[in-house]
T-cell receptor, first 114, second 110 residues
Framework: DTGVSQNPRHKITKRGQNVTFRCDPISEHNRLYWYRQTLGQGPEFLTYFQNEAQLEKSRLLSDRFSAERPKGSFSTLEIQRTEQGDSAMYLC????????????FGPGTRLLVL | LAKTTQPISMDSYEGQEVNITCSHNNIATNDYITWYQQFPSQGPRFIIQGYKTKVTNEVASLFIPADRKSSTLSLPRVSLSDTAVYYC???????????FGSGTKLNVKP
């Protein structure tokens, strides 16, 4: 257990529905990252927060995706109008901004879109 | 973009030392090299991180040559529980994001 928690761990939804995932980082960590991982591939960066500010978004993050981190604590990732191609593991990581940054990952949320 | 290249897979036997080499020809001056381990259906787990020369912790060693264009993760005396995917990453843009690549799938046999 790294101290990063994600909920839910599994989500099954029908195409077109909206889903929201939550990530609780390690409490003193000011940086929070979202990644997406499909079977057989490494995690792909989606977006990154420093405190409450969303500083970078990947072009993988389409308009249907939105992420927030109110008050610089937990974060949510929402997918609107889900598509079958959104089926993946969604990983959250947090870190403390120092010279040697180490990201600690949560267990992930596995999404299946039917 | 400091991408990395690793072997797709490796086989080993219990008790052997395993060395996984990663190429990162475009590593930037401020980039650190980090290795993660991932088991199926779990998030990646930090193993070791370094900038140059050699770093050792309780689970692994990391060897980085002077030109920093490659690095080698060394796992001493592997066991069956070390069967996993190992990712080599280099930080970029002040560590805003990591590029994972496809990793190396290590299969440890009895």
């Amino acid at each position: 257990d790294t101290g990063v928690s994600q909920n839910p761990r599994h989500k099954i939804t029908k195409r077109g529905q909206n889903v929201t995932f939550r990530c609780d980082p390690i409490s003193e960590h000011n940086r929070l990252y979202w990644y997406r991982q499909t079977l057989g591939q490494g995690p792909e960066f989606l977006t990154y927060f420093q405190n409450e500010a969303q500083l970078e978004k990947s072009r993988l993050l389409s308009d249907r995706f939105s992420a927030e981190r109110p008050k610089g604590s937990f974060s949510t990732l929402e997918i609107q109008r889900t598509e079958q191609g959104d089926s993946a593991m969604y990983l959250c990581a947090s870190s403390l901004s120092t010279g040697e940054e180490t990201q600690y990952f949560g267990p992930g949320t596995r999404l299946l879109v039917l | 973009l400091a991408k990395t290249t690793q072997p797709i897979s490796m086989d080993s036997y219990e008790g052997q030392e395993v060395n996984i080499t990663c190429s990162h020809n475009n590593i930037a001056t401020n980039d650190y090299i980090t290795w993660y381990q991932q088991f199926p259906s779990q998030g990646p787990r930090f193993i070791i991180q370094g900038y140059k020369t050699k770093v050792t912790n309780e689970v692994a060693s990391l060897f980085i040559p002077a030109d920093r264009k490659s690095s080698t993760l060394s796992l001493p005396r592997v066991s069956l529980s070390d069967t996993a995917v190992y990712y080599c990453l280099v930080g970029e843009d002040n560590f805003n994001k990591f590029y994972f690549g496809s990793g190396t799938k290590l299969n440890v046999k009895p």
